[in-house]
C-alpha cells in the first residue's frame, strides 16, 4: 500500500522539525522530499526503542501507539512471543528482541523454575539452558542475582561461544559486582545493578532494614 503524507519530521542532526513529504510503501519510508513548514499541524519522529521491559502479546500494541516501535524484553519466555517476533502482528505490534527465562541461583528470587525463570545451582545445567534458549530463539541471555559467580561464568562463556551477549541484574548478587560482571564478559547491567556492590561490598538488595541501615 502506497501514500503520501506531508508533515514535519524531526532532524536527528539538528534537533529541529522540518517540512517533508515522505511517500510511505507498505509501512516504510521510501522518499522524503522538501515542503512548507508553515501551515503543517502533523509530526513525525523517529521510532522510539524500550530497552528494558516485559512484554506480553495482549498488550504489546500499547507500546506502538505510544511511538516505541522495538522493544528489548529483559525475560520472558521466547515461545509465547513467538508471534511479535516472527512480526506476525507487524502492523500493530512493536519489533521484539528477547531473553528467554532468566537464569537463577537457588532459591530462585522469582520463585522455583517456571515458564519465566531457571534456578539452578549447576553449571552443566544452566549450560544446557543456554543451549535450549538458542535453540528457541532467544536474542540474549539473561542471568539473574542469586546465581553463583562459576554457574555464571559458565553461561556467560557458553552464550559467547553461541555469539549472544548476556544481560545481568544483579540487585540481590552476594559474590559479583558490576567489575566482575564486566570482566567475565557480561555486556549489559540492568537497573545499574552491581555498581553499588562495587562501592560498598557488603551491600546487596536483600539485606534487611536492620542490617541496611548499620
Known amino acids: 500500500m502506497k501514500q503520501m503524507e506531508t508533515l514535519n519530521v524531526l532532524n536527528l542532526e539538528t534537533g529541529q522539525f522540518e517540512g517533508k513529504t515522505i511517500t510511505i510503501n507498505d509501512g516504510k519510508v521510501t522518499e522524503m522530499m ?11 519522529l523517529p521510532g522510539l526503542v524500550d530497552n528494558h521491559c516485559h512484554i506480553q502479546p495482549a498488550y504489546a500494541p500499547l507500546f506502538t501507539a505510544a511511538g516505541v516501535t522495538s522493544v528489548r524484553n529483559t525475560a520472558g519466555n521466547s515461545l509465547h512471543l513467538k508471534p511479535l517476533k516472527d512480526h506476525q502482528y507487524a ?34 545445567d544452566a549450560i544446557e539452558e543456554v543451549k535450549r534458549q538458542v535453540d528457541v530463539g532467544a536474542s540474549f541471555i539473561k542471568v539473574y542475582g542469586r546465581l553463583k559467580r562459576d554457574v555464571m561464568e559458565a553461561v556467560v562463556n557458553e ?26 564478559g557480561i555486556r549489559f547491567l540492568e537497573h545499574n545493578s552491581g555498581i553499588i556492590q562495587s562501592l560498598i561490598p557488603s551491600w546487596h538488595s536483600l539485606l534487611s532494614e536492620k542490617e541496611d541501615r548499620a
Open 34 to 44: 522538501e515542503a512548507p513548514i508553515s501551515h503543517l499541524r502533523t509530526y513525525a
Open 159 to 184: 552464550a559467547a561461544k553461541c555469539k549472544l551477549d548476556v544481560s545481568a541484574d544483579l540487585l540481590a548478587s552476594t559474590d559479583v559486582d558490576a567489575r566482575t560482571a564486566a570482566k567475565m
Open 91 to 124: 502492523s500493530f505490534s512493536p519489533t521484539v528482541f528477547t531473553a528467554d527465562r532468566m537464569i537463577d541461583g537457588v532459591p530462585g528470587l522469582w520463585g522455583k523454575t517456571s515458564s519465566g525463570s531457571f534456578s539452578t545451582q549447576s553449571k552443566h
